[in-house]
């Protein structure tokens, strides 16, 4: 079982920065990708940025540009650092991992919400 804690979200005006940050605890044999994901009231849970475990970046065209997803596998860690946000970027942001064992299990963080106002 993994445990996913997220902090960093907040309230804050168009143009400005925002950090979140993940930590992955628990009996954990290897993690693979990590990723931040989104969900809007009334909208679906979508992709924002995913890493490997290698280093490799993915990021939804809405984010390029603006988003950073980095991590930290010494500490088991995902951080994205968000700048130039819009109010469209207002949402909860979830944390997921994937971990591999015995078989391949995904986790989720309990959200947390980010708020731009215009």
């Known amino acids: 079982q993994a445990q996913l804690v997220e902090s960093g979200g907040g309230l804050v005006q168009a143009g400005g920065s925002l950090r979140l940050s993940c930590a992955v605890s628990?009996?954990?044999?290897?993690?693979?990708?990590m990723g931040w994901y989104r969900q809007a009231p009334g909208k679906e849970r979508e992709l924002v940025a995913t890493?490997?475990?290698?280093?490799?970046?993915n990021y939804d065209d809405s984010v390029k540009g603006r988003f950073t997803i980095s991590r930290d596998n010494a500490k088991n860690t995902v951080s994205l650092q968000m700048n130039s946000l819009k109010p469209e970027d207002t949402a909860v942001y979830y944390c997921?991992?994937?971990?591999?064992?015995?078989?391949?299990?995904?986790?989720w963080g309990q959200g947390t919400q980010v708020t731009v106002s215009s």
């Open positions: 628990g009996r954990i044999f290897r993690i693979n990708a």
């Open positions: 997921n991992v994937e971990v591999a064992g015995g078989m391949v299990v995904y986790y």
């Open positions: 890493i490997t475990s290698g280093g490799r970046t």
